[in-house]
């Protein structure tokens, strides 16, 4: 999954989001409405809310491959990690797209 790192700081990514949608050209805008934005922003907050603060999955994924005398190709850290983006990533790239 996800981590909590400066990378997913709420104000930061909220403005980035705010900016990209003021520069959109008004057909879009319309398209979409401002409910559209303010969903999303809330939605974005309540997923940032699960993101996890123990890097150590990571940390451990990281030392290993520097360490490991046989390290692997790929390294998921997390079980949401290793039941469902590990096996799409072996999944041809039109298929894993359509899911």
């Not at 400066?6 to 900016?19: C, G, I, P, Y």
């Not at 290993?64 to 983006?85: E, F, I, M, Q």
Request: hydrophobic share 40%; charged share 15%.
């Amino acid at each position: 999954g996800y981590f909590k790192t400066a990378m997913v700081n709420v104000e930061n990514l909220q403005q980035n989001f705010l900016t990209i949608w003021q520069k959109l050209p008004e057909e879009i805008k319309a398209s979409y409405g401002e409910g559209y934005l303010r969903q999303f922003l809330a939605m974005f907050k309540v997923q940032l809310k699960s993101c996890s603060s123990d890097l150590s999955a990571v940390t451990n994924c990281m030392e290993h491959a520097l360490t490991s005398v046989h390290p692997r190709t790929r390294y998921s850290a997390g079980w949401d990690a290793k039941l469902l983006y590990l096996p799409l990533s072996y999944l041809p790239s039109a298929l894993s797209d359509a899911l």
